[in-house]
């Protein structure tokens, strides 16, 4: 004779039933818990949101180019700020057996002055009419064909009011050289706050003061089934005094510069890893109290036969039931604080991904606060009932 | 009736503590409980009456002597072990209910179930069946701080019925209820235990508990010092 058996419903839906209500049976205390879990999730979602917004800011341009590979002065460090390269290096590259075409492309600092006074840095972007490669994106007023008109430039409409532009036509200077709005982008934010001007190559190259032999850049595009890290071994091999990258890895680059180098990234995890710590601090004290306040009801179960596993799927399950719904608080928060950065500065990004670990965290968070009640419930006596 | 017992104790005895500071709570027990059996456990504070309880429901290993269960030795078994034996063969009344206040009571009836693994389906059934048995099927619904002290006991003696445990041990089950309703109470646990044939194992003060009894056993400074028929008229309280 068997002394045990087990059969039947190994998921224990009475363990769901007992963790919803000792939650909703509480209420002050689960609202208690679930704020503390929202304002984490918002903390969290928040720092994400500006550490993969600033990241893709910051490497905007790369990614917006249209090359496979980047030719760049040897040290270059980001792609806001760069060398110059010899012109003639174009045709050197272009010699390269599975290279389809080579396009200069300009980036520098150049000082922008307001039509009212005062200046503004901004970064002057110079790219080939003629490939497009490089050029502004998200038009929304004016062409980049109005590039051809003498002196054109186009600027995005979030910095608008930053370098006093008021409309089409407007004429400014840069570098003390006489500039003419022709079309706005927009959204093309910039990470150094100094924003992106466009403008074909030789009109940049004259308002960085560059001579027409030197360039920043050359984009590479390859021809097709060539392989990127042949070309890539050859360019290098042929071309001195240069660096040539793949586009994602000059990104990676270019994002950890100005994230890591800056510390603006160290910052934002640190917050992020503050919201983490304080949200597992409330559930665990908050389930904590909760199992405290029935160690009776536990002690009873045990008593009735339930081993540690069932007692622990109720705490577990608490853990669980709060995440889900503080998290979906939590993030209909953030998700509104992302809607209203889009016409912001600084633009907050949520893809897909980062929402599956802002979950995965919130729920780990979750489980970490059980623990203490887990270790408690797991010394517990089932003789307890009888006191 | 006298088949081989479900629960035996031979020479048990239960020491708290070690040395100077060690208490001896069982003195050498031999108990055996029987199918269809009532057995009522009287004896002072102290006696070790509680003592006894936890070691013959499984909670405490006995420091000496030996527990049989269906005529297993129960020596050696782990704690989860025992957890286990507990599940599958036990019911508990305890005398301050111990109902899960978050519940409605055909729920409190249904973690019974649920911890011996029933399919979900068959659950709420079972649990109205079971407290209809003790004439409170209409009250499933209610949530025991809705319920008196005799329908939360009966509730709890719902529960403890739940998955047909052999045995039962309840714990003082009258003595947060009048005199009336307590009666009432064992008697509704005599007549389960004697047709669903449970060995039904009542600790008590109360002397009106003696007239459902089967058989009287006295524990005095842990030792039973007196197994007895129970006297035909209950003695006044």
Redesign the interface.
Known sequence: ?R????????L????T??AW??L??ERTRFIATLVGIAFSVVLMGAQLGLLIGFAQTASTLVEHADADLWVLPLGTSNSDIAGRIPIRRRYEALAVPGVASVDEYMVQFAFWRKPDGGSESVIVTGYSLASGRGGPWAMVEGTRADLQIDDGVIIDRLYQDKLGVHGLGQVVEINNQRVRVVGFTDGIRTFTQSPYIFTTHARAQRLARFSPEETTYLLVKLAKGADIDVVRRDLAARLPWVEVLPSGEFARRTQSYWLITTGAGAALLLAAALGLLVGTVIVGQTLYASTLDRL??YA?????????S?LNRVIVKQAALSAVIGYAIGLAVTLAMVAYTRTGNVAMALPPWSLLLLAVLTLLMCLAGALISIRRITRLD??L??Q | MKDAPLLRLEGVRLTYGHGATAVEALRGVDLALHAQQVTLLLGPSGSGKTSLLQVMGCMLRPTHGEVFLHGRSLAGASLEELTRLRLAHFGFVFQHYNLFPTLKAWENVAIALDLRHWARAKMRGEATRLLAELGIGELGERFPGELSGGQKQRVAIARALAGEPRILLADEPTAALDGKVGREVVRVMQRLAHEQGCALLIVSHDPRVEEFADRVLHLEDGRLDRDRPPAREPPCA
């Open positions: 004779m002394l045990w058996r087990g059969s039947g419903d190994l224990h839906p009475g363990t039933l007992l209500r000792n909703s049976h009776a009801e009873t179960l045990r008593a009735m036969g339930a081993d540690r069932y089932p003789t009932v009888f």
